[in-house]
């Protein structure tokens, strides 16, 4: 007779990001739950062993696989699960670069610039090409910056970064967009994202353009640190959307 012995255990890795990466060891840490056990247990079990507190995740959002996932998601023995604070828009120094249908949509430690994010980008149809530069300003709500810190979850940064293209060019009528965002130490004057696209109407090149670059400092895991003159802290990003956010 055969006898097949279900575990009554799974295993998660966890990882945590921004202002919440202190909160795990470094590289992350491994949580057994119970087989069948949802997002909304393991932060519970969490927040009862004081891993982490109730405050931490009221603006929290949480990734499975490197998707978005709700409270109800079920889990299971061996998945990633990544608590990710608000977004304010561990990676090698070489360019974390996408896949051949998108090849300028990508993540780098290195200078970027419009010109070479947007080369080669227009074509005989198109008739407007809109692109955003963000610089690092020198000062913010009145206090002297020096320099920011990027950092990111950087799989599913450029999987929310092509969801973006995709959705830009699907709905807003962009025939293609370029992203391409810094890590690690921006300089004053430096840029640190770039968004370049393409329609055959500046109607439609405008709104793309719009929608890209607010719903990326919504959605795609990166956070910035601020260095002052006085100090350093984590920039309070903007609340992330309902969809993604979930009810506790």
Not at 5 to 18: A, D, E, N, P, Q
Not at 65 to 79: F, I, P, V
Not at 118 to 134: C, K, N, P, Q, R
């Amino acid at each position: 007779m055969l006898f097949i012995v279900r575990s009554t255990t799974i295993h998660v890795r966890l990882l945590s990001f921004g202002p919440l990466r202190s909160s795990l060891p470094e590289g992350g840490a491994v949580c057994e739950l119970p087989a069948g056990a949802r997002v909304s247990e393991l932060l519970e079990t969490l927040t009862a062993d004081g891993t982490l507190t109730a405050r931490m995740l009221t603006s929290a959002a949480i990734a499975v696989n490197q998707e978005y996932a709700k409270r109800d998601h079920a889990l299971s023995d061996g998945d990633e699960v990544a608590i990710l604070p608000p977004v304010s828009g561990g990676l090698d120094e070489a360019e974390v670069q996408a896949e051949v249908k998108a090849p300028k949509i990508f993540l780098t430690h290195d200078v970027i610039d419009a010109k070479a994010v947007s080369e080669g980008l227009v074509a005989g149809s198109d008739g407007a090409a809109v692109i955003f530069d963000g610089v690092v300003r020198d000062n913010t709500r009145g206090r002297k910056t020096l320099y920011l810190d990027y950092e990111a979850y950087p799989e599913m940064a450029l999987k929310q970064m092509h969801l973006l293209r995709e959705e830009a060019i699907e709905h807003y009528g962009a025939r293609d967009v370029a992203i391409a965002h810094r890590l690690g130490r921006i300089e004053i004057g430096e840029s640190s994202v770039i968004i370049a696209v393409v329609s055959p109407h500046r109607a439609q090149a405008f709104a793309a353009c719009r929608f890209v670059i607010d719903t990326l400092k919504k959605t795609v895991p990166i956070w910035k640190r601020e260095q002052f003159a006085d100090g350093a802290v984590w920039a309070d990003g903007e609340p992330f959307p309902e969809e993604i956010a979930g009810a506790s």
